[in-house]
């Protein structure tokens, strides 16, 4: 898993809260900071219009303070419209904790960050995310009630990553049936980079419908147990992003469809799991658009998570979760179509209906 998160430049040191473009409105920014457990860490709340801002913890160990600044607030906001377009009743927020998951992440220092959360009084409630597993939001749990993705023993919906590989596979099809005329994806020739809990989960998808499967990962040791688990190639070339592919699946960290990949890529489909491809969503965006490359929007395809943890909250039952997620194929062939009639993109077509829920919801409150 590679992190490419886009650098914070000079001058947004000048300012480095509100001057940052990903800073977009935020409601409220948290910062976390424990001298005895060395937790540090962020909190972006960006808007609690359509309910309580949810959304996972990311343990990732940041170059500096700015990138993990940069990074929940892009990802909180993500979250309100993923939040948004999927139906739910929630806001958007995210939580960072900068430091190594494997060397120095204690259940005390999860506690110690659960105080933080449980200090928000509801108004943010966490989840895992990259770094973080099940058992560390029950570490949380034991501290604050605001968090789920618990372990279902415990009367939780469990680890999030198969539902979200589900809906990331819902939209890939859809994507498909639009720009291939088929949502049949055997023979397509499908890149997965990045398999983790969801990209292996979506391998599995891909592998049983036929498609043929190559993956990428920064560890070796689990591209060759994957690999060997599900009959897919390992990618051995110089450049993942020209690599000739149907489709292009970046299920690692964001930033990945950037000024320098861009232009090598050769997919005619884009449909991942990560937050957050386009490193600049008006201007990568419109360059897909104008390749001919059909762009799933990230914070659509990939909202199987925030439904199956929602779950815990509005009571849904399992079928219930999966009826919601199976729909993301239905709203993805809805945005494409929008995005083709109104000549847009598809992330400004997807970014545009989830506003429209949030602001009919502020002006209903307003009355």
């Not at 989840?127 to 618990?150: F, L, N, Q």
């Not at 000739?244 to 690692?252: E, G, H, K, L, N």
């Amino acid at each position: 898993m590679t992190s490419n998160i886009i650098p914070v430049n000079e001058m947004h040191k000048v300012d480095p809260v509100f001057g940052q473009i990903s800073f977009d409105g935020h409601e409220q920014v948290v910062f976390c900071h424990d001298k005895d457990t060395g937790l540090k860490a962020i909190i972006g709340i960006h808007n609690t219009i359509l309910g309580p801002a949810l959304g996972g913890t990311r343990m990732w160990n940041y170059t500096n303070e700015w990138e993990a600044l940069n990074d929940v607030l892009r990802l909180s906001r993500g979250m309100s419209f993923k939040s948004s377009i999927s139906g739910l009743n929630l806001g958007g927020g995210k939580a960072v904790i900068i430091g190594d998951a494997k060397t120095q992440k204690t259940p005390e220092l999860m506690r110690k960050f659960g105080e933080f959360v449980n200090s928000l009084s509801g108004k943010y409630i966490t989840a895992e995310d990259v770094g973080m597993e099940t058992k560390d939001m029950d570490t949380v749990r034991e501290v604050t009630p605001y968090v789920t993705g618990i372990s279902e023993s415990k009367g939780g919906s469990g680890n999030p990553s198969p539902i979200t590989a589900y809906g990331v596979y819902m939209g890939m099809k859809a994507a498909s049936k639009y720009q291939f005329g088929t949502d049949n994806l055997e023979g397509k020739k499908i890149l997965v980079q990045g398999i983790g809990h969801v990209g292996e989960v979506l391998v599995e998808h891909l592998t049983k419908d036929g498609a043929i499967v190559t993956i990428s990962d920064i560890n070796e040791d689990r591209l060759h147990q994957v690999g060997a688990k599900y009959g897919a190639k390992i990618f051995k070339g110089e450049s993942l992003y020209s690599a000739d592919v149907d489709i292009y699946a970046p299920c690692a960290l964001g930033a990945t469809i950037n000024d320098d990949t861009i232009k090598l890529i050769k997919a005619k489909v884009i449909a991942g799991a990560a937050n957050n491809q386009l490193a600049n969503e008006v201007i990568h965006g419109q360059i897909l658009k104008d390749k001919g490359i059909l762009y799933a929007p990230d914070f659509l395809i990939n909202a199987g998570g925030v439904i199956n943890v929602y779950s815990e909250l509005a009571k849904l039952s399992k079928a219930e979760v999966m009826e919601k997620t199976e729909n993301i194929y239905n709203t993805s062939l809805e945005i494409f179509k929008h995005a083709d009639a109104n000549n847009i993109t598809t992330h400004q077509a997807a970014l545009l209906i989830a506003q429209k829920r949030i602001d009919d919801r502020k002006k209903e409150k307003a009355q």
